[in-house]
């Protein structure tokens, strides 16, 4: 079992989640963040900490998110980790209720 970063992350890319993770398991792509799905240790503390809804457990995806479980394990193997808060994107506000925002995300 795991936690799955979602859509709402995309250009926003706010790292509140990160500052809490216990285990390190955040990984940190060019617009958006994944969690790894073999160092996350389901403890949901991540949750609460995302400002944009983003971050579910692995059950609770939304269904026109599940994509998303698949995308964070692809993602997590070739993105470094990152551990610690760090300012989010000059942009990010304008971004938190942008909707389909799959076409958007960086590799």
Do not use: Y
């Amino acid at each position: 079992m795991t936690h799955v970063v979602t859509e709402s992350c995309i250009k926003c890319r706010f790292t509140d989640c990160v500052d809490v993770c216990p285990v390190d398991c955040f990984r940190k792509g060019p617009n958006f963040l994944v969690i790894d799905p073999d160092e996350c240790i389901d403890c949901a503390v991540c949750i609460p900490e995302c400002p944009v809804n983003a971050i579910f457990a692995e059950e609770d995806v939304p269904d026109d998110q599940r994509d998303f479980i698949a995308i964070n394990v692809e993602l997590a193997k070739n993105w470094p980790s990152i551990t610690r808060l760090e300012a989010h994107p000059a942009d990010a506000d304008d971004w938190t209720n942008v909707k389909d925002k799959r076409h958007l995300l960086e590799r």
